[in-house]
C-alpha cells in the first residue's frame, strides 16, 4: 500500500488538472455512471463534532475510495483544522487496499476546485472581483482556484476576525499578485462582488441579498449543522445548481439547511433546484440567461470528488516516486 502524506498530496495535486477531472466525475454522477452514496456519520456532540464515511467509485477514472473525514469546528484558532480526514483507495477490479492518502488536502483542494468548475459553468466571463467570505483553508484553496477560470484582479477578504482577515489578504496579495483587502464586514466584501465564496462554520446566513450586486455568482460551502450561510432570498431570486440533488436534498449528515429550510418553510419547492453540475456540463440544463442573473452553488460534498482527486494523487505519486509503499501483510 502506498502511503502518501499531506505535503505530498499538496506538492502532487495540480488545481488545473483537478478542476478538469472533477468535470467529468460530476458528469458521470449525473448520468448515473459514478456511485456516491449519501454519507453517514458518528456524532460527538460534547464536541459539536462528528466524524463522516464518504465511499465513492468513478468508473472513467479508475477510482474507488473511501473518506473517513473529522469536522470539529471548535479546532478553529488553534493548530488543528477544523476538517481533518483520510482517504483509502481500493483496486476497483479485485477491491484490494492500494494507497492512503491524506484527505485534509485533498478535502480543501477538491471543494475549492469543484466551487471554481460551478464558477466556470455560471460566472460571467468577466468576473473579476472577488469577495471571500472566511479566512480558513478553504478561504485560501477557493482563491487559489477561482484565479484559474475567471480574470480575477482584486480580492476582498472578510471574517470573524478582523487580524485573521489581514494576514489572509496579505499572504493571498504576495502570493497571487493581486490587490486583496481586509474588510471590516461581510456586507462591504460583497459589494460590486462578481463571485463570492462563502467558506464559513456560519450560523447566521454571511450572503444576504440585499448585500448582492446584479450577476454576481455565490459559491457556498460552509457546513453547520445548526445554522447557514446563504439567506432566503438570495435562494429564492437565484438560479440555484448543486453536485446532486439527492444529496443535497438529503436529511443530515449529507444535505444543506440552506436548501432544506427554505423548503421546509415553503419559501421554496425541491424543484426550485435547477441543476446538477453535471446537467451543465452535458447542456441537459442550461446555466447563466442573462448577465444580472444571480447564480448560487450550494455545495454540501460528494465522494465522486475526493475519489477523483485520489486518483490524480496515485497518479502523480506513482510516476514521480513519492510516498512510502508499506506491506499490511
Known amino acids: 500500500m502506498l502511503v502518501v502524506?499531506?505535503?505530498?498530496?499538496?506538492?502532487?495535486?495540480?488545481?488545473?488538472?483537478?478542476?478538469?477531472?472533477?468535470?467529468?466525475?460530476?458528469?458521470?454522477?449525473?448520468?448515473?455512471?459514478?456511485?456516491?452514496?449519501?454519507?453517514?456519520?458518528?456524532?460527538?456532540?460534547?464536541?459539536?463534532?462528528?466524524v463522516a464515511a464518504m465511499p465513492g467509485?468513478?468508473?472513467?477514472?479508475?477510482?474507488?475510495?473511501?473518506?473517513?473525514?473529522?469536522?470539529?469546528?471548535?479546532?478553529?484558532?488553534?493548530?488543528?483544522?477544523?476538517?481533518?480526514?483520510?482517504?483509502?483507495?481500493?483496486?476497483?477490479?479485485?477491491?484490494?487496499?492500494?494507497?492512503?492518502?491524506?484527505?485534509t488536502a485533498i478535502t480543501a483542494a477538491r471543494t475549492a476546485?469543484?466551487?471554481?468548475?460551478?464558477?466556470?459553468?455560471?460566472?460571467?466571463?468577466?468576473?473579476?472581483?472577488?469577495?471571500?467570505?472566511?479566512?480558513?483553508?478553504?478561504?485560501?484553496?477557493?482563491?487559489?482556484?477561482?484565479?484559474?477560470?475567471?480574470?480575477?484582479?482584486?480580492?476582498?477578504?472578510?471574517?470573524?476576525?478582523?487580524?485573521?482577515a489581514t494576514a489572509l489578504a496579505a499572504e493571498l496579495s504576495a502570493e497571487l499578485g493581486l490587490p486583496a483587502e481586509a474588510v471590516a464586514t461581510y456586507a462591504q466584501a460583497l459589494d460590486g462582488a462578481d463571485i463570492a465564496a462563502a467558506t464559513t462554520h456560519a450560523v447566521d446566513p454571511v450572503v444576504r441579498r440585499p448585500w448582492l450586486t446584479p450577476g454576481v455568482h455565490v459559491t457556498s460551502v460552509g457546513f453547520n449543522p445548526a445554522g447557514r450561510e446563504v439567506d432566503d432570498a438570495t435562494v429564492a431570486d437565484a438560479l440555484v445548481c448543486v453536485e446532486s440533488r439527492q444529496a443535497a436534498l438529503a436529511p443530515f449528515p449529507a444535505g444543506s439547511n440552506d436548501l432544506l429550510h427554505p423548503i421546509r418553510d415553503g419559501i421554496i419547492t425541491a424543484d426550485h433546484v435547477h441543476a446538477d453540475l453535471g446537467e451543465l456540463l452535458t447542456g441537459s440544463r442550461p446555466g447563466r440567461t442573462a448577465p444580472a442573473q444571480i447564480t448560487l452553488y450550494k455545495s454540501v460534498g460528494v465522494a465522486v470528488q475526493d475519489a477523483a482527486a485520489a486518483a490524480l494523487v496515485v497518479k502523480a505519486a506513482r510516476e514521480r516516486s513519492v510516498g512510502t509503499d508499506i506491506d499490511l501483510g
Open 57 to 103: 467509485h468513478v468508473p472513467s477514472a479508475g477510482a474507488l475510495t473511501t473518506k473517513l473525514v473529522s469536522v470539529f469546528p471548535h479546532n478553529a484558532g488553534t493548530p488543528l483544522p477544523t476538517h481533518q480526514a483520510l482517504i483509502v483507495a481500493f483496486d476497483p477490479d479485485t477491491g484490494e487496499p492500494t494507497a492512503l492518502l491524506d484527505g
Open 5 to 50: 502524506g499531506r505535503s505530498e498530496v499538496e506538492a502532487l495535486l495540480d488545481m488545473a488538472a483537478l478542476i478538469d477531472a472533477l468535470a467529468s466525475a460530476m458528469a458521470d454522477l449525473s448520468a448515473g455512471r459514478a456511485s456516491a452514496p449519501d454519507r453517514v456519520a458518528a456524532m460527538v456532540p460534547e464536541r459539536e463534532g462528528f
Open 113 to 164: 476546485a469543484c466551487s471554481a468548475l460551478s464558477a466556470r459553468l455560471l460566472a460571467r466571463a468577466d468576473a473579476s472581483v472577488l469577495a471571500l467570505l472566511g479566512t480558513g483553508a478553504q478561504a485560501r484553496s477557493h482563491a487559489r482556484a477561482m484565479c484559474r477560470v475567471r480574470p480575477i484582479r482584486h480580492i476582498r477578504v472578510a471574517g470573524r476576525n478582523p487580524a485573521h
